[in-house]
């Protein structure tokens, strides 16, 4: 008898998000990216534990709740179920969803505290500098441009204005970890660097080769936040509660006495360290600094890495409701579809740089490459299985030409690793460019081959036979490339021929071998998979 190899763990997590506001693109943006990546690690084999979430706690949620006339507890409740519903809606899937106001979360981060107030890496001192409420950022003067005319000092990341604070806080001696922490810039790990892409590695290396500070970790007159516990007075900063997530979610710091105590310990040590975080440009800091010098301190391994994309941009061109060009995500899924919503960002926008985005590009981009190409693809060739085949896989035996299809099954063959390499890169554009390939080759190779043609006489049969095969071969091969990317239309693929579970498939290797559609398997020709949008 034997077992299979256990599946390596690949845990991977988008920033959780704060609930000041509704989730919209930008946020979608990161989420889709990192969907597609569990869905493509599953595939290939991963045991996979995909984490997102929402950053509930400090001042800013805390003004947005009392702006909304509701409790901060019920203003988190009713956008945590938004934030839910949009993912839902969007084929997100997560395995978890974690709120930082979850208790056993609240243990965690006092857990984790506890240790370094213990340890000496938290001591009391005091705050006097700028504070920037919209990111919840302390700023030290000389990151600092001079005070505006109207003696405002302003925020060197969202320009927006800063507030002095004076406060008697805790702080991180985060100035400790500045040697290890370029260390670990250094180091790699399987041969990839820790934050990535480069440009966003430089950037966090030269800030912090000029020196760290110690930071603040707390708030004294913030209530929505959790205590600390051998002070109450004083809340966690928010940044540290929100950090602490990526591990409390996975079971670290769980209450020892808690019935799941064990099983949770067991849950870290398995899934820790992350193999990769998400995050935005704007938030490398927070995790490429103060994360792992706060993992350091507390003993813990390091995430293996952080991988920060650019901004959508929207060029010009606002994206508005009144202009007809939708902008909430829930508005560009009616129009383009779920699966032509989530291919456009991950296609159009170079994954790691900031990228315009538009009403017109997507038009085109769903109308090019997923109308044209994919979905007429798969309606033609279905529709002529139905008209010449009876709607039932072709035998392609009787035709004995290896010249027969040879270029498709050459693109299939190489196709894998292709895909392994831009995946690794997280370069969605060149993972789907890639397949394209092979769907261009087929829409040629149905064009050459004219299967109308031979139809039209008996003797040409068996080669028409072996045309429709091949072409549909690369169709189930296709499905297969485009599904971490669009799930529900290459579902889809899989029923209307009749194939099993496409999320059953582990081994993608495997299942993109050449020859495995099985002859006979009926072939439903369905509505098209991506309709035309009109441009008038
Ligand atoms: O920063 N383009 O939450 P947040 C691309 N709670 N991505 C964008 C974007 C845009 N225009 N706008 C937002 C927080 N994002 C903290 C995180 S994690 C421990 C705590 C995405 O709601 C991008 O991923 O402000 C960015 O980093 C994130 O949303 C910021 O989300």
Redesign the pocket.
Known sequence: MSTKPEKPSFYLT?????VNSVP????A??TIAADAMARYRRMTGYDVWFLTGL?EHGQKVEQAATAAGVTPREWVDRLAGEFQETWRMLSISNDQFIRTTDPTHTHAVQELARRLYESGDIYAGTYEGWYCLPDETYWAEANLEPANEAGERMCPDCTRPLTFVTEENYFFKLSKYTDKLLEWYDSTSDGLAHVAPETRMNEVRSFVERGLDDISISRSNVKWGIPLPWDESHTMYV?FD??I??ISAIGYGTDKNAADAEARAAEFAHRWPAQLH???K??IR?HCIIWPALLMAAGLELPQRVFA????LTKGEKMSKSKGNAQTPAELVEQFGVDGYRYYFLRDVQFGTDGSISHEAMVQRYNGDLANDWGNLCSRLFNMVGKYCDGAVPDASGYADAAEGAELREIAAGLGAMVEERMVKLDYAGALEATWELIKATNRYLEESAPWALAKDDATLPRLYAVLYNALETVRIAALYCAPVMPNTSAQVFERLSLGDIWAVDDLAAATQWGQLPVGNTVTKGDSLFPRIATE
């Open positions: 988008t920033p959780i998000y704060y919209h693109l930008g946020t943006y990161t950053d940044w929100a950090l997530n990526y998400y995050v935005g704007d938030i927070f994309h650019g901004f959508l």
